[in-house]
């Protein structure tokens, strides 16, 4: 009963009004049984911003939503269904963008990307909220994989996962396999020769 107005007071102190709220669990209220999706409702109805719930039970860590999958899910929860624009897409996986030279952004703008999301590259909310408008998710760590999967039964994005590899050969592989499913052509031999 505390929390919503707790989170009441935090909105309220600020010298802004905050986008979203975030409040983290852990194992205590998984034991304790409290409702978190009840107190976040209760808590965005009093402070009159979305407020949402992230799980982050140890108890969870080697079972099929271990924490950091979980928070990840929570991070998207907030995206809304949007008219989808074909020629965006999300990079899913790491709460830090890839480096800024990174092939795999010259490679997507080659096959027809032109707005590519990272979370950690949105400068606003609005921004935030625009990676519900991506035609396809691109899952670069498996701890995202229920984030993906969220994303598409919610907003029907579709989502293709990347596996992390060190060997330069499965690398061009796993880009043609790519291409492939994309039903594209991906040259890759700039980076495969500099590799």
């Known amino acids: ?39 976040c409702r209760k808590s965005s109805d009093r402070a009159g911003v979305p407020v949402v719930p992230c799980y982050m039970y140890a108890l969870t860590r080697e079972k099929r939503l271990p924490p950091m999958a ?38 997507l703008r080659a096959i027809g990307f032109t707005q590519i999301n990272e979370i950690s590259r949105c400068p606003d909310f609005a921004s935030y909220k625009a990676m519900s408008r991506a035609n396809v998710n691109f899952v670069l760590n498996p ?7 969220d994303l598409e039964q919610r907003l029907g994005i579709p989502s293709i996962e990347l596996t992390r590899l060190y060997q330069v050969s499965q690398i061009h592989n796993q880009y043609q ?14 980076w495969l020769e500099k590799a």
């Open 1 to 39: 009963t505390k929390i919503p107005k707790a989170v009441e007071e935090v909105c309220q102190s600020l010298d802004y009004t905050p986008s979203a709220v975030m409040i983290c669990i852990t194992c205590v209220d998984a034991l304790l049984g409290t409702d978190m999706d009840r107190v």
């Open 143 to 149: 701890e995202s994989r229920l984030a993906a999967q």
């Open 70 to 107: 979980s928070v990840r899910k929570s991070v998207y929860s907030l995206l809304k269904p949007r008219k989808r624009k074909s020629d965006e897409v999300n990079i899913l996986g790491y709460f830090s963008p890839l480096q800024d030279d990174c092939e795999f952004y010259d490679i």
């Open 177 to 190: 396999a790519l291409a492939k499913a994309l039903d594209v052509t991906i040259d890759d031999e700039p």
